[in-house]
């Protein structure tokens, strides 16, 4: 039987220097995709999938990351006393229970195998997620709970995995199939953001992870990677040469990259046209703005 994974990894330290000037004071991750942020996603992503523990690795300058996680006393008097009881069952999922939330610091960005180190002391010896708030992931099942559910018939590690155009291979860490099941596929290599012409395929690992304690292990080593960095695909693909299972998942949904501007607007549009409350209006000025761009042109 495979080991419950119930802890999970928030990688938020970045500086989110892309979307300055917004984030010299405010934590990318608060940023709203319509009225809810970043983390939020991620968070009831995990939650979705069982998770119980979540284990923030931050920085200086997220303090508004923390207290978005506390309970709004003097907020949830108010609007229990105007009768908003909608607004007051919105406001209970950003709750989390005592202890449920820990925070360690990662004091130089060194990577993101750097960053997912700094938790090691949290996690025992456990298999545990990764999730990066920077990928959005809009899926009728959650994508991290479609993973689990592979995790519990393959064991090993698994990765989120999706098809990108070649010439984009350059920015992703790129997996080398062994073995294609369909949904899943069998790795015997990985490698970090090659030329695009040396890519052994053109599937690419997304910001969602299950792994296993022998990752941390390898990541204790503190090896540089690309860009001089501590790479958590490295520690990965150790696991391959030591001949430990790794799989890609091809996960079911559409997986927005709101690490960039582009990816953030397109985010907001499609969650905005997916809200029943806002649909009919937002999509009525789509199309007008359309219409006068057309007519420009």
């Not at 012409?197 to 390898?218: C, F, H, K, W």
């Not at 559409?254 to 907001?268: H, M, W």
Request: glycine letters at 8%; aromatic letters at 8%.
């Amino acid at each position: 039987m495979k080991r419950k994974v119930t802890k999970a990894i928030f990688p938020v330290a970045g500086l989110g220097t892309r979307f300055l000037p917004a984030t010299k004071s405010i934590p990318k991750e608060i940023l709203t995709l319509v009225d809810k942020p970043l983390i939020q996603y991620a968070i009831d992503e995990a939650r979705a999938a069982g998770i119980k523990e979540f284990i923030f690795v931050t920085s200086r300058g997220k303090s508004a990351l923390e207290d978005y996680f506390d309970d709004a006393p003097e907020l949830e008097a108010s609007l229990r006393k105007k009768g908003k009881t909608d607004l007051l069952e919105t406001l209970k999922t950003t709750n989390m229970d005592s202890g449920a939330i820990a925070y360690v610091r990662q004091n130089r960005p060194l990577g993101l195998g750097h960053a997912v180190w700094c938790a090691r002391r949290m996690l025992g010896n456990e298999p545990f997620a990764v999730l990066l708030t920077d990928d959005v992931i809009a899926a009728d099942k959650p994508c991290l709970q479609q993973m689990m559910e592979a995790y519990q018939e393959t064991g090993g590690n698994v990765v989120a995995a999706m098809e990108v155009p070649q010439e984009r291979t350059s920015s992703y860490g790129i997996l080398d199939i062994e073995d294609d099941m369909g949904a899943m596929v069998k790795v015997k290599g990985m490698v970090e953001k090659p030329k695009a012409e040396e890519a052994p395929s053109n599937l690419a690992v997304i910001g969602r992870y299950i792994l296993t304690p022998q990752v941390m292990q390898n990541l204790n080593k503190k090896k540089e990677g690309a860009g001089g960095e501590i790479q958590l695909t490295d520690a990965i693909a150790e696991e391959i040469e030591k001949g430990n299972p790794v799989y890609g998942f091809r996960f079911r949904g559409q997986r927005y990259d709101c690490g960039s501007k582009a990816g953030f607007l397109q985010a907001t549009v499609a969650f905005g046209l997916a809200r029943e409350d806002l649909r009919d209006e937002f999509g009525d000025y789509l199309s007008d703005i359309m219409a006068m761009r057309t007519a420009a042109e």
